[in-house]
């Protein structure tokens, strides 16, 4: 897996929006999959394995060029797209741009932010990074819905009980054995899952209370990924 430049992350995240709608629609053509084959397997990517000459389709093999839809391939493409991401986001001479943000907790986007427990949560976590740096509205929902869906696997990938009993093994041990500790992340995590009931999160959640502007998206946006940073980084010492 190649190293890439600000300039090459630049292109990924001007297309992933497109990307995720293919992906999301289960809709992605021959000629945007070539387009985006040409374009990252010999210009950017040039390691990634794109030859599938034939596709197996009800019990039968179809040749490659005949099949109607590259959504499958187009989810590879994604994945190793946002593993590259991964892989170059804390080198010295990569950075996340961070233009379109107005929060000034804007520099938690820079910060080291990968967990081993769990390779979606971190796939998640530079999805909506990349998101939130948008002056379109829409691609900074699309950011809060995802970091909102780390919070959720947060209560999850820490332990094998229910997520009840997994949150207070978590805030246990990010407490440092202090009960005042323990009181402000218990309150905390009981405020954002209220929070998460009661607002807008996801775009389609059209009887809960709307969230009025970009600034209060990234409010929130900085705020769940405080506390999942925070998370993340004492539970994995």
Known sequence: MNSISTGIYKQIKNDMPEIEKCINTNNTSREYWE??????????????????????????????????????????????????????????DFELSNDFVKNEAKELLKKKLVTE???????????????????????????LEKIWDVFERLKTIYGEGNKKKNIEDLIKKISHSTERNK?????????????????????FEKDKEPIPSDDFREYLFFRVLSLISYSIIESEK
């Open 35 to 92: 387009d985006l084959r040409v374009k990252y397997g010999v210009f950017f990517i040039p390691d990634i394995d794109f030859h599938v000459p034939r596709v197996r389709e009800g019990g039968t093999y179809r040749p490659w060029d005949k099949v109607p839809n590259y959504t499958s391939e187009l989810r590879k493409l994604r994945t190793y797209l946002l593993a590259t991401l991964i892989k170059n986001e804390y080198k010295t």
């Open 117 to 143: 427990q769990d390779v979606t949560t971190s796939e998640l976590i530079i999805l909506s990074k990349i998101y939130i740096d948008s002056d379109n509205s829409d691609h900074k929902q699309f950011a």
């Open 183 to 203: 009181l402000l992340f218990d309150n905390e995590f009981k405020e954002l899952t209220k929070i998460g009931n009661e607002y807008q999160i996801r775009h």
